[in-house]
């Protein structure tokens, strides 16, 4: 048996409270708890305190400590239940008590996966690029099921993914401006399908791109076509160069006509 004789305010942390006991060799510090944990076992001065009660108050507070750290970590942003246990299990935190936890946040609201998917659906929505395919492989990621992830990209909708893709494409063409449009186009479509977007809504986004002004294609044939020129002028010259330069464009992808006004205006062949 073990009598309190003692209880002070921790200075770093005025929540917190040491118990001094005296086990009948003197007064030595014993343990420290929460305020919770202090009030609902209304400990006191004199109060005389069993070695398993002992036990269980500082289960208690660890209990409680754990708690208060998984609040800490779910004040910055809602977490899957996958996040809270791998958090709490870097933590160090025993199984027993990450059950524990978890069940508590679950009963107080604090933990539901669906709530969760759907945040972050709405949230990749309105800050990422990220088309359905990435975001409901970041879900899975999470832990959440599949199940839970369908429901959730459900406010991901069609007409929200065209839009975006859209805007995804536009930024891609207009970074591929002094490339052929069929290369700009066959970038676009690569770059939606990688950043995850399914081929309807990519073939819808690129339907929807602005055309592209004459002046721009031919704009770009120069600036392709003499840099091929560049290339190829002091290893080859005559025929040979007009062929080397006109299969570069080829494969770039410019219309036979620009690649023909190219060659006619900008090749020089001495006769």
Known sequence: MAKITRITTQKKNKNRYNIYLDRGQGEAYGFSVDQDILVSFRLQKSMELEESTIEALLQKDTLHKTYTLTINYLSYRMRSEKEIRDYLVKKEVDDEHIEEVVKRLYREKL????????????????????????????????????????????????????????????????????????????????????????????????????????????????????????????????????????NGLYQKGFPFEHIERFIDEYVQVEQ
Do not use: C
Request: charged share 40%.
């Open 111 to 246: 933990l539901d996966d669906l709530e969760f998917a759907i945040a972050l659906v709405r949230t990749r929505v309105q800050t990422s690029s990220k088309g359905p395919l990435l975001v409901k492989r970041e879900l899975i990621d999470k832990g959440v099921d599949a199940v839970k992830t369908d429901e959730a990209l459900e406010h991901y909708s069609f007409d929200k993914q065209v839009e975006k893709a859209s805007k995804v494409a536009e930024k891609k063409i207009k970074s591929d401006k002094k490339k052929s449009r069929r290369q700009q186009i066959q970038n676009a479509q690569q770059n939606l399908m990688q950043k995850g977007f399914y081929g309807d809504v990519v073939k819808e986004a690129i339907s929807q791109l602005p055309e592209e002004e004459e002046d721009q294609e031919w704009e770009a044939v120069v600036f392709q076509g003499e840099k091929l020129v560049r290339k190829f002028e002091r290893k080859v010259e005559g025929y040979e160069l007009k062929q080397k330069v006109k």
